[in-house]
């Protein structure tokens, strides 16, 4: 299966450390977004790529968040000093085209 | 203000029967598209259909198909013949505009459907 992946599925951290997260987006795809997802809403947007440009970053995208995409093939978002407002779902999604995004199976965040 | 509407946290269907989930949209770009993903309580998102905003006609795949109604700005997600593993959680999104940096996706927030026998 070459879908997009997503490590770790899950994380648990305590408040005040560093998660970092990656990203594997479907290899002949060119853009890969995050989005962020708490319990009983729909995912938000917080960032998107074109290969290893960033191109747009959402308001949700505090000091504290950092996206990169080296070389245009995966990506990682780090989260600085997390807080308990920072658990959540996070998932990442990639597109060829200006239609579909496919989504990985994200990463669970638990901040304790 | 809320860019997608989903107004039914959740409904319930019997197996076999169809049903119809309602998604309202606001938009003032011309150029837009509409999706509806599935969300099953495992996590993973999966695409299920796509409306653009100027395609003549409703979007079809297989048991799914999307009522859009551009005047009324709606695009609801219609499910024949439900299925035991239709049960998940559904989301409608729009993307606006068609070109550069403006592909992310604006969800609503999900109307949770449960399928009975």
């Known amino acids: 299966d070459t879908g997009v992946s997503q490590n770790p599925r899950h994380k648990i951290t305590k408040r005040g450390q560093n998660v970092t997260f990656r990203c594997d987006p479907i290899?002949?795809?060119?853009?890969l977004y995050w989005y962020r997802q708490t319990l009983g809403q729909g995912p938000e947007f917080l960032t998107y790529f074109q290969n290893e440009a960033q191109l747009e970053k959402s308001r949700l995208l505090s000091d504290r968040f950092s996206a990169e995409r080296p070389k245009g093939s995966f990506s990682t978002l780090e989260i600085q000093r997390t807080e308990q407002g920072d658990s959540a779902m996070y998932l990442c999604a990639s597109s060829s085209l200006i239609y579909e995004q496919y989504f990985g199976p994200g990463t669970r965040l638990t901040v304790t | 203000a809320q860019k997608i509407t989903q107004t039914q946290p959740g409904m319930f269907v019997q197996e076999k029967e169809a049903v119809t989930l309602d998604c309202t949209y606001d938009?003032?770009?011309?150029?837009?598209?509409l999706f509806w993903y599935k969300q099953p309580s495992s996590g993973e998102m999966i695409f299920l259909i796509y409306q653009g905003s100027y395609d003549q006609q409703n979007a079809t795949e297989g048991r799914y198909s999307l009522n859009f109604q551009k005047a009324r700005k709606s695009a609801n997600l219609v499910i024949s013949a439900s299925q035991l593993g239709d049960s998940a959680m559904y989301f409608c999104?729009?993307?606006?505009?068609?070109?550069?940096?403006?592909?992310?996706?604006?969800f609503g927030t999900g109307t949770q459907l449960k399928v009975e026998l």
């Open positions: 290899s002949e795809h060119n853009r």
């Open positions: 938009t003032s770009d011309p150029s837009y598209g």
């Open positions: 999104a729009m993307r606006e505009g068609i070109t550069g940096g403006g592909n992310k996706l604006t």
